[in-house]
């Protein structure tokens, strides 16, 4: 395989053996670059700062509960040196108030540290493609919110039969390659199809799509 085509990842979490496991996920098989890991963030941050941005990770797994900083506190930091970087929280925490600062502060996805290593690695492919992968349960909690933020469209969205079953697929939670696999095109394909949808129901994520798609009945 290609190394560019590899998804660059990087990773912080303060547990060295659960650290390790994280790097020993990123394989080329799994179309992963290797990791750069990071015990806590202010070391992470530092080397963001030095490292050219054509090297910044495209996707960034972040624990919550780290020494020193905040996961949750360096959020917008990453997100000024490294603007097109995929967040991704993987933490032990699932209380709705570090859901809601989380997913509010920029990040495109939150796991459990309870995910299977296959999940947490198609994750980080999903989020690379613009995907917000998330634990059911987090998932559940992060609609509710915006179900309650997202006011009714003004007008009824009209969406095409295709837009429509990609819509469903959104709302039971699949990845960004299921949904190619069951619609029979190419993942960059699906891509492209997510970002119009979402223009068409103004939302920016997967999760204010399916938010919305539950408060017009769109499927």
Same mark, same amino acid.
């Given at each position: 395989?290609? @190394?560019?085509?590899?998804?660059?990842?990087? =990773? !912080?979490?303060?547990?060295?053996?659960?650290?390790?496991? *994280?790097?020993?996920?990123?394989?080329?098989? &799994?179309?992963?670059?290797?990791?750069?890991?990071?015990?806590?963030?202010?070391?992470? *941050?530092?080397? *963001?700062?030095?490292?050219?941005?054509?090297?910044?990770?495209? !996707?960034?797994? =972040?624990?919550?509960? %780290?020494?020193?900083?905040?996961?949750?506190?360096?959020?917008?930091? !990453?997100? +000024?040196?490294?603007? +097109?970087?995929?967040?991704?929280?993987?933490?032990?925490?699932?209380?709705?108030?570090?859901?809601?600062?989380?997913?509010?502060?920029?990040?495109?996805?939150? /796991? =459990?540290?309870?995910? &299977?290593?296959?999940?947490?690695?198609?994750?980080? *492919?999903?989020?690379?493609?613009?995907?917000? #992968?998330?634990?059911?349960? !987090?998932?559940?909690? $992060? $609609?509710?919110? %915006?179900?309650? %933020?997202?006011?009714?469209? @003004?007008? #009824?969205?009209? %969406?095409? #039969?295709?837009?429509?079953?990609?819509?469903?697929? /959104? $709302?039971?939670?699949?990845?960004?390659?299921?949904?190619?696999?069951?619609?029979?095109?190419?993942?960059?394909?699906?891509?492209?199809?997510? &970002?119009? =949808?979402?223009?068409? /129901?103004?939302?920016?994520?997967?999760?204010?799509?399916?938010? &919305?798609?539950?408060?017009?009945? /769109?499927?």
């Amino acid at each position: 395989m290609n @190394p560019e085509s590899l998804t660059r990842t990087w =990773l !912080v979490e303060d547990h060295d053996t659960f650290r390790r496991s *994280l790097e020993r996920l990123c394989t080329a098989k &799994r179309g992963l670059a290797p990791a750069q890991a990071f015990a806590n963030a202010e070391s992470m *941050l530092e080397a *963001l700062r030095t490292t050219k941005p054509d090297n910044h990770p495209q !996707v960034l797994l =972040l624990d919550v509960g %780290l020494p020193g900083r905040s996961g949750l506190d360096i959020i917008a930091d !990453v997100h +000024d040196l490294a603007p +097109d970087c995929r967040i991704v929280i993987l933490t032990v925490f699932e209380d709705e108030a570090k859901i809601t600062q989380a997913i509010s502060a920029g990040a495109c996805g939150y /796991l =459990l540290k309870t995910s &299977r290593p296959e999940q947490i690695a198609e994750a980080i *492919l999903d989020a690379a493609h613009g995907g917000s #992968p998330m634990s059911p349960n !987090v998932a559940a909690s $992060v $609609v509710k919110m %915006l179900a309650k %933020l997202i006011k009714p469209a @003004p007008a #009824p969205i009209a %969406l095409t #039969p295709r837009e429509r079953e990609l819509l469903a697929h /959104l $709302v039971e939670g699949r990845t960004g390659k299921e949904i190619a696999e069951k619609m029979n095109v190419s993942i960059h394909t699906t891509d492209t199809h997510t &970002r119009n =949808l979402f223009a068409k /129901l103004n939302v920016h994520s997967r999760a204010a799509a399916v938010a &919305r798609a539950l408060k017009d009945g /769109l499927v």
